[in-house]
């Protein structure tokens, strides 16, 4: 089943998801595969309880008013036959959450711990700026509010909540955790290494391309693809120079189905093996500034236009030193890292002690974030990519990829 995005309640914070977009990071308690639909209790008094802390109590109302809420901005994102089975989901997700927040509030008040306003809305740009150039990202708190599917005001009481949530996490766990300088050397030394020993790797032949997509799915049938390709391609085939150049952008906005089409096909650079075959042969094969016959690839139809051919090369001592420098982590990065890894292993503890002490259930949450860094903004490569090989934690990122379908 997909993962679905489930809007971080207070333990995880208000993480921005943009409209109608799945979350990059699951909520408190979300786990990857599917709850069986026997966790959603059969419909019922509203007033049932659902799950309870002590005092605090969820019931099966206010559970079905918070699925229903998600659902419904999941419109279109969830296949029926799915549907539910996500309900299932959702509902045991929002059970441990309740039962995460409630302990953690609880006992953030046994601590006498409060929050301002003025810590809420520091926190709440920390979050905008994290989230700055993403498409749809908020400009301010309220936008990020109103984006909410739980509304506005729930919006900005679960927000609070989090704010001093990552107080009590702060001041019982992040304050008390000291990096090992001997093992902070040791991982930065490590890291350098690995940087350095791919800078030195050759660099393979590459090409430089745009293309126009033509999608074959359940909205355009293979013939009408053909079709609408095979009309593009007579626009093209007998073009040249800066007159090819610019029609092939002006095309590529216009009826692309790739998101290369904002920048008219434009792929950049990519080695042999980045693409699904057809389209890698094609690539390499064709020669620059002139349009070939559409490719067919398992995406639909292509038409390429190879801009710069680029062949393999071994870099001087001089260029190793550059990408090294240019790509080689700050040393605080590196130990922001390995604190927030700490402070996650010892926020479950935490909690599971909180938990029983509660006599609850041991739900499986993420810890909250820990002032991480936020991740470096990478342009993404075009649908018809592989994935890319994972980077290693704070070494120099992999060129993201889109997978193969």
């Known amino acids: ?139 301010s708190f309220d936008e990020m509010l109103e984006k909410h599917p739980l509304g506005k005001d729930r919006a900005r009481a679960m927000f609070k909540e989090e704010v001093l949530v990552r107080k009590l996490v702060d001041q019982e766990i992040a304050s008390k955790i000291k990096v090992d300088q001997e093992e902070l050397k040791k991982q930065y030394a490590s890291i ?49 120079g800066d007159a090819l150049s610019k029609k092939f952008a002006e095309l590529a906005k216009e009826k692309s189905d790739c998101p290369s089409k904002e920048k008219g096909g434009d792929l950049g650079a990519f080695g042999h093996g980045q693409m699904v075959p057809e389209f890698d042969k ?23 236009l190879v801009t710069e051919k680029i062949p393999a090369k071994t870099p001087t001592d001089a260029e190793v030193e550059k990408i090294v420098a240019e790509k080689k982590p700050k040393l605080a990065d590196i130990e922001r890292m390995m604190k927030n890894q700490q402070i996650q292993q010892k926020f479950q503890e935490y909690l599971q002690g909180l938990l029983q002490a509660n006599g609850v259930g041991q739900p499986a949450p993420q810890a909250p974030a820990a002032q991480a860094k936020p991740a470096q903004k990478i342009e993404s490569k075009p649908v018809e990519a592989k994935p890319a090989e994972p980077a290693k934690p704070a070494a120099e990122p992999a060129k993201p990829a889109e997978a193969k379908k």
């Open 282 to 304: 094609a690539a390499f094969e064709q020669g620059i500034g002139k349009v070939y016959a559409p490719v067919k690839t398992s995406f639909g139809w292509h038409l390429i």
């Open 192 to 240: 350098v290494s690995n940087i350095t020993e791919r800078a030195k790797n050759a660099q393979p032949e590459q090409v430089r391309a745009s293309h126009i997509l033509v999608k074959t799915d359940d909205k355009k049938d293979a013939d009408a693809a053909k079709k609408e390709i095979d009309a593009l391609y007579g626009q093209l085939k007998d073009l040249k």
């Open 1 to 139: 089943m997909r993962k679905l995005m489930i809007v971080a309640l207070a333990v995880s914070g208000l993480v921005y998801t943009g409209c109608n977009k799945k979350s990059e990071a699951p909520a408190a308690g979300t786990t990857d595969s599917a709850v069986p639909a026997a966790a959603l209790p059969a419909p019922g008094n509203p007033n049932d309880v659902v799950v309870a802390v002590g005092d605090a109590k969820l019931t099966r109302g206010e559970l079905d008013a918070d699925i229903a809420k998600i659902i419904d901005a999941q419109k279109g994102q969830i296949p029926p036959e799915q549907l539910e089975q996500a309900k299932s989901y959702l509902a045991e997700q929002f059970k441990q959450q309740f039962v995460t927040k409630t302990v953690l509030m609880n006992e953030a008040a046994k601590k006498g711990l409060s929050v301002t306003d003025d810590e809420v809305v520091a926190r709440a740009n920390e979050v905008i700026k994290a989230n700055q150039g993403r498409p749809g990202a908020p400009a």
